[in-house]
């Protein structure tokens, strides 16, 4: 079997197990932060769990880049995009967090094994797989439109993320009622920011591999922003009712 039909297998088993670990966040919600609880095994701290676990999202993009054959402006933009985000997930974001809880390697190995796979998913249809994209692809509809998300979600969820950082001195962890910005509408702009950034790269990277992350996003994220929204309600007996979870007006 050839590597594009390989490549093709796992991009499907890969959307089905999306659908599978929908189902499974739906029924019990992942252990770290405020849902950490006991009986997850060994634990790390929470800053240390978040660099180990995106980091493999960096080195396999940049690997496979350095592997692969195409080399125009396009893709340059795309390993820089992409390493605009998960160079602020991994080395900026886990080191300014402001959470004394701990992470169970449980869920960072899930997210190393997942970043491991996507990465290889992304950086391989990108770069040697996929159809070449030359320059032109830059002024192209679906690249402008899928960079103005990317670029809206980004600044939205990097936002919601500064502003759960703001409640906290450092060394404290108790949870605020949020207030401001679109946490007067959403318990958790930071994955709506978050599935809406993705949705973009589907979009201007115009890939399979692109739209499989977008719903692997949904996947973990609903059903965690259901969680958290269930979370606020029951914790703060003065929480807006006309706030949603995570789609303003919506869901
Ligand atoms: N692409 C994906 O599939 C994916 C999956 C998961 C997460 N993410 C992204 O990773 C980031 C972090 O996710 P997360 O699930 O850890 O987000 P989160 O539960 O909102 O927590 C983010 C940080 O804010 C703190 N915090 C949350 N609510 C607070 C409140 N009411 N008052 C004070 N502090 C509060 C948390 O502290 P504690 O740690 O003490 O709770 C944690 O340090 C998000 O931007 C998310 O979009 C992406």
Same mark, same amino acid.
């Given at each position: 079997?050839?590597?594009?039909?390989?490549?093709?297998?796992?991009?499907?088993?890969?959307?089905?197990?999306?659908?599978?670990?929908?189902?499974?966040?739906?029924?019990?919600?992942?252990?770290?932060?405020?849902?950490?609880?006991?009986?997850?095994?060994?634990?790390?701290?929470?800053?240390?769990?978040?660099?180990?676990?995106?980091?493999?999202?960096?080195?396999?993009?940049?690997?496979?880049?350095?592997?692969?054959?195409?080399?125009?402006?396009?893709?340059?933009?795309?390993?820089?995009?992409? #390493? $605009?985000?998960? +160079? =602020?997930?991994?080395?900026? /974001?886990?080191?300014? %967090?402001?959470? *004394? &809880?701990?992470?169970?390697?449980?869920?960072?190995?899930?997210?190393?094994?997942? #970043? $491991?796979?996507? +990465? =290889?998913?992304?950086?391989? /249809?990108?770069?040697? %797989?996929?159809? *070449? &994209?030359?320059?032109?692809?830059?002024?192209?509809?679906?690249?402008?439109?899928?960079?103005?998300?990317?670029?809206?979600?980004?600044?939205?969820?990097?936002?919601?993320?500064?502003?759960? &950082?703001?409640?906290?001195?450092?060394?404290?962890?108790?949870?605020?009622?949020?207030?401001?910005?679109?946490?007067?509408?959403?318990?958790?702009?930071?994955?709506?920011?978050?599935?809406?950034?993705?949705?973009?790269?589907?979009?201007?990277?115009?890939?399979?591999?692109?739209?499989?992350?977008?719903?692997?996003?949904?996947?973990?994220?609903?059903?965690?922003?259901?969680?958290?929204?269930?979370?606020?309600?029951?914790?703060?007996?003065?929480?807006?009712?006309?706030?949603?979870?995570?789609?303003?007006?919506?869901?």
């Amino acid at each position: 079997m050839d590597e594009r039909t390989t490549y093709d297998l796992l991009l499907v088993g890969w959307l089905v197990l999306a659908g599978a670990v929908f189902v499974a966040l739906m029924r019990t919600t992942a252990p770290y932060g405020r849902f950490a609880r006991p009986g997850w095994g060994p634990v790390l701290s929470a800053r240390l769990g978040w660099l180990l676990m995106e980091s493999p999202a960096v080195v396999m993009v940049v690997l496979l880049f350095a592997l692969g054959r195409h080399r125009s402006a396009a893709d340059w933009t795309f390993l820089v995009v992409w #390493n $605009v985000h998960y +160079g =602020y997930r991994t080395f900026i /974001y886990s080191q300014r %967090l402001r959470s *004394s &809880r701990s992470m169970p390697m449980v869920v960072v190995a899930s997210g190393m094994f997942f #970043n $491991v796979v996507n +990465g =290889y998913l992304q950086g391989r /249809y990108l770069f040697a %797989l996929g159809p *070449s &994209r030359g320059a032109e692809w830059l002024t192209g509809p679906a690249f402008l439109a899928g960079l103005g998300l990317f670029l809206g979600g980004l600044c939205v969820h990097v936002q919601a993320d500064s502003r759960l &950082r703001s409640f906290r001195r450092p060394g404290e962890r108790h949870y605020d009622l949020p207030r401001g910005g679109l946490f007067n509408y959403v318990s958790c702009p930071n994955y709506l920011g978050e599935m809406v950034e993705w949705a973009g790269w589907a979009l201007l990277t115009w890939s399979p591999a692109g739209v499989a992350f977008a719903v692997w996003t949904a996947a973990n994220l609903l059903p965690r922003a259901l969680a958290c929204h269930r979370w606020y309600r029951s914790t703060f007996p003065d929480y807006p009712p006309r706030r949603r979870a995570v789609f303003p007006g919506i869901l």
